[in-house]
């Protein structure tokens, strides 16, 4: 290859790389959605977030502290679908109570739930910030709230809505408390220094919560890391979910139970030997506030 084709092939790269840059600005720029409830302080009523535990599998939306107010959509769209349990009195509601669904384009559609009875006239084009409901308690449900879900590539995926809607307050690092070890039903807390006893395989979990901009909210973290005596033993974040092969596995291909033990986070199924053993937990919020814990304990085997 001679100098000039050379200089033709780099130059070319380069534009090819901005252009892709271009391209993505582009599709983010596009992308500006509003908060479905319009309020000063929307961080304050965030109640939960996306990724967190329910008992037996992820909670994949954001809850809104919310009761008879305006849920609004966030973008431009048209109506994909609303289910009222008044349109089918007879059959058990659905979770999510009264239900509107809106198509925003290139598969990313956003869901509002647990809405009042008393469907809006809707009709199939939607304007950004238009009424679709009012708030309410509808469904698997306690206290008035929005549960906003956010999809993209038709559903396939479902986002984190955080990393999309406007910026929110977060102030404080999440809160690493105890670690524990299960043995059946049974558990026993574990501090720095402790010498435990065990004979097997026993699961080892932590509790961690977030508070944004108040001590009483109680939010899952975006992202963990546990580490055993210097070696990571699993990473896990929270910027969106994916159902593949019949369970609902996050960015790192953590499935719930992998990730969760009853309500905790599982930082493993693990075998020590005898001998001193150090536990590192590292834990990131949404807004980047991280907070690091280390356990080291003395395992006697019998
Ligand atoms: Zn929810």
Do not use: C
């Amino acid at each position: 290859m001679n100098k000039i084709t050379y200089l033709f092939l780099l130059l070319f790269v380069i534009f090819i790389k901005d252009f892709f840059h271009f391209l993505d600005a582009q599709t983010k720029e596009k992308r500006k959605f509003d908060w479905p409830i319009l309020t000063e302080n929307i961080s304050d009523r965030i109640t939960s977030v996306f990724g967190e535990s329910r008992w037996d599998h992820f909670h994949n939306g954001l809850d809104i502290a919310s009761y008879y107010e305006p849920a609004r959509a966030i973008e431009d769209g048209k109506l994909l679908y609303s289910r009222y349990a008044a349109d089918d009195p007879f059959r058990e509601e659905w979770g999510s109570g009264d239900t509107v669904w809106v198509d925003h384009g290139k598969g990313t559609f956003s869901a509002y739930y647990h809405l009042n009875p008393g469907r809006k006239n809707l009709t199939q084009s939607i304007t950004k910030g238009q009424e679709l409901g009012v708030t309410g308690n509808t469904g698997h449900s306690s206290g008035g709230h929005l549960h906003f879900v956010l999809t993209m590539d038709y559903v396939k995926k479902i986002v984190n809505p955080l990393l999309f809607l406007p910026k929110t307050k977060d102030e404080m690092p999440p809160l690493i408390g105890g670690l524990s070890v299960h043995v059946g039903d049974r558990y026993s807390n574990i501090n720095t220094g402790d010498t435990i006893n065990l004979s097997d395989t026993f699961p080892f979990s932590v509790y961690i919560q977030d508070s944004g901009v108040r001590k009483s909210q109680r939010w899952g973290v975006q992202a963990v890391q546990f580490s055993l005596n210097g070696k990571v033993l699993k990473e896990s974040r929270f910027d969106s979910i994916r159902f593949i092969d019949g369970s609902w596995l996050n960015d790192d291909g953590v499935s719930f139970p992998e990730l969760f033990f009853k309500d905790r986070y599982l930082v493993g199924n693990l075998s020590l030997p005898s001998g001193e053993h150090t536990i590192e937990v590292i834990a990131t919020d949404f807004h980047g506030n991280t907070a690091i814990k280390s356990f080291t304990f003395y395992v006697s085997r019998i």
